[in-house]
């Protein structure tokens, strides 16, 4: 599903923030990925969304070499490849339902297919019941939970959350990993970023750590060591 061969990036000549990667994620799998800050979480991330591109090395998903992606086909990428920040970024004076759906009429679907969509995903997320309500009218970890209803509507294979309970507490957080753990039992693959050690070690999956922007450790029921 995701294969990086010799993958590395390279800022300057003096700041090298990934180097030498090789890393295959399997279609379907749970991964964490962790690091201390500045160990090349976030430009991995940057990369598996043709943010940036390597410097060196091939990134290969589903079949589909991205390293050399024209930026005509990155919307095309982004819709194979659902994605969650820690900053839920919804549109403050649009309802849930209309930022859920803003995701689809910027694609170009019809209407009618919106109508169907957005209440599924809305009810993936348990907020099927709250869709006419403006994001300032619920809860933090509801909100991350739109965000997660709306990298869903393009039914993504692959889904990446860069941090996506570092906002919340432990309660919320432990919600949060509950959808993403039940999205990946609908086959998606799920790559989780995070430093929380408590979620990563709760999760006893795989968990790959960077160090210095190399991988130091592969483990298929790993721990966050560092």
Do not use: C
């Not at 309660?171 to 993403?180: A, F, G, R």
């Amino acid at each position: 599903m995701i294969t990086l061969t010799g993958v590395t990036k390279q800022y300057t000549k003096d700041s090298i923030a990934l180097h030498d990667i090789h890393l295959h994620i399997g279609s379907g799998e749970f991964v964490s990925i962790v690091g201390q800050s500045g160990s090349g979480k976030t430009t991995l991330v940057k990369l598996l969304i043709a943010e940036e591109r390597p410097s060196k090395g091939k990134i290969d998903i589903g079949g589909w070499d991205i390293t050399r992606i024209s930026y005509d086909d990155i919307p095309h990428l982004r819709r194979q490849i659902g994605v969650i920040f820690q900053d839920f970024k919804l549109l403050p004076k649009k309802t849930i339902n209309e930022n859920v759906a803003f995701a689809l009429q910027v694609a170009g679907e019809p209407s009618h297919r919106i109508r169907e969509v957005v209440p599924r995903v809305l009810d993936i997320v348990g907020l099927g019941h709250k869709m006419h309500r403006y994001p300032y009218q619920i809860s933090g970890g509801e909100q991350q939970r739109v965000v997660i209803a709306r990298s869903l509507v393009h039914r993504p294979k692959i889904l990446v959350a860069d941090e996506p309970t570092g906002n919340l507490d432990s309660i919320n957080t432990l919600e949060i990993i509950e959808i993403l753990k039940k999205i990946n039992e609908f086959g998606t693959t799920v790559v989780l970023v995070t430093h929380n050690r408590d979620v990563v070690n709760l999760l006893k999956r795989r968990v790959i750590t960077l160090h210095e922007g190399k991988v130091i450790a592969d483990e298929a029921i790993g721990k966050y060591r560092l």
